[in-house]
Nanobody, 113 residues
Framework: QVQLVESGGGLVQPGGSLRLSCATSGFTFSSYAMNWVRQAPGKEFEWIAQIFSSGGGIAYADSVKGRFTISRDNVKNILYLQMNNLKVEDTGVYYC??????RGQGTQVTVSS
């Protein structure tokens, strides 16, 4: 069955960095475009980044452009999100998601001084 397991979240001060990982199994990872989405407390889901199956087609939401980097390892079947210069408003639960498909259980990111 399809599994997506996020990790790497935590508490970080403003300006800090985190690297999220999403370990996948149960499907042919290298054939699917993948997304990162997040949900801030009390808010709707927000799409933040996409990457095509080949590693191209990278796009970011304006809110994270220039600070976040999405990447993937099609050998290890892992999706990554490098997050730099984190802001308080980046706080939320981060999910990896198969484009138009399943998502994981999420990992909490809290940016606070």
């Amino acid at each position: 069955q399809v599994q997506l397991v996020e990790s790497g979240g935590g508490l970080v001060q403003p300006g800090g960095s985190l690297r999220l990982s999403c370990a996948t199994s149960g499907f042919t990872f290298s054939s699917y475009a993948m997304n990162w989405v997040r949900q801030a407390p009390g808010k709707e889901f927000e799409w933040i980044a996409q990457i095509f199956s080949s590693g191209g087609g990278i796009a970011y939401a304006d809110s994270v452009k220039g600070r976040f980097t999405i990447s993937r390892d099609n050998v290890k079947n892992i999706l990554y999100l490098q997050m730099n210069n984190l802001k308080v408003e980046d706080t939320g639960v981060y999910y990896c998601k198969i484009q138009s498909g399943a998502r994981g259980q999420g990992t909490q990111v809290t940016v606070s001084s």
